[in-house]
């Protein structure tokens, strides 16, 4: 085996390589990129190329890549999985929303509502009402739900078992205010109900938020 350079003035000229080509560089070539590395030339004059640092494998499936080659599919094989558990909780929480902040909007809105006239707050709070009674009627279902799934707590853990039984007074207390203050005809009734609706509302949402935790 020789070098592809002359080292001795006495070894034959190295043959060139097979299917070698001259490089014509522009006036203006710009940086050249130099490859100090010597090349070995078999008797054949075969180049043999040297051993270097080989390229990872990319892994078959989108599953075995790593954070910096997963693509969309690595990342959907990622996400947490969807079960009965995450709608119970979904539904629980979207109704606690509608129930507890649409009361809170609403008493918001009612004074600059009366601007444009008395019938108008009380339009306002009749259109509430149809979407907050549903609310209410999916807190009570998934209410339920939630305490079949949370058997196992109820059972075996006392302060768990006091906190959802508070719970659920102040929940049936919000209900029974909300329903009086649908009545009311007086300032003073509309008042006092609508106060204690939002109060048992609010908490009833933290203890929901105490269970959970």
């Not at 180049?47 to 892994?59: D, I, S, T």
């Not at 078959?60 to 954070?67: E, F, G, I, L, T």
Request: charged residues 15%.
């Amino acid at each position: 085996m020789r070098r592809g350079y002359r080292t001795d003035p006495e070894d034959p000229p190295a043959r060139p390589l097979a299917g070698a080509q001259i490089l014509r560089l522009p006036a203006d070539p710009g940086p050249v990129l130099l490859c100090t590395r010597e090349i070995d030339i078999n008797h054949d004059g075969a180049p043999v190329v040297p051993a270097g640092p080989k390229m990872p494998a990319l892994p078959a499936r989108q599953d075995d890549a790593p954070p910096g080659l997963a693509g969309a599919g690595g990342m959907a094989a990622r996400m947490l999985a969807v079960s009965w558990d995450t709608v119970r909780l979904f539904l629980h929480v979207l109704a606690a929303t509608i129930w507890v902040g649409g009361q809170l909007t609403l008493a918001a809105l009612v004074p600059v509502l009366r601007r444009f006239g008395t019938e108008v707050p009380r339009a306002a709070a009749r259109r509430f009402g149809q979407v907050a009674w549903t609310a209410f009627a999916v807190l009570v279902v998934t209410g339920v739900w939630n305490t079949i799934a949370v058997q196992d707590e109820i059972s075996h853990d006392a302060s768990y078992r006091v906190t959802l039984i508070v719970k659920l007074i102040v929940v049936g207390v919000s209900g029974i205010t909300a329903a009086l203050h649908a009545r009311a005809r007086s300032p003073m009734g509309l008042a006092v109900f609508g106060a204690l609706t939002g109060a048992s509302a609010l908490a009833a949402l933290f203890l929901g938020v105490l269970l959970a935790g």
